[in-house]
């Protein structure tokens, strides 16, 4: 399953490079950067779980 995000500041500042970590229920399961567009993709597995994403762990 591919997961995309699109992040965006209120300040307008960019977080190009930043890595950030996809949980699952708390549990890191992908990772990914973001690009020039201010986008991340994940590659994870389907399944139930609360999703969330943070900034860190690369």
Do not use: C, H, Y
């Not at 960019?14 to 590659?43: C, H, M, W, Y």
């Amino acid at each position: 399953m591919t997961i995309k995000v699109k992040l965006e500041l209120a300040s307008g500042q960019s977080l190009k490079g930043a890595p950030l970590e996809l949980l699952a229920d708390g549990k890191p399961i992908a990772r990914a950067v973001v690009d020039d567009n201010a986008q991340a993709t994940f590659d994870a597995k389907p399944g139930i779980a609360k999703l969330a994403v943070r900034i860190g762990g690369l």
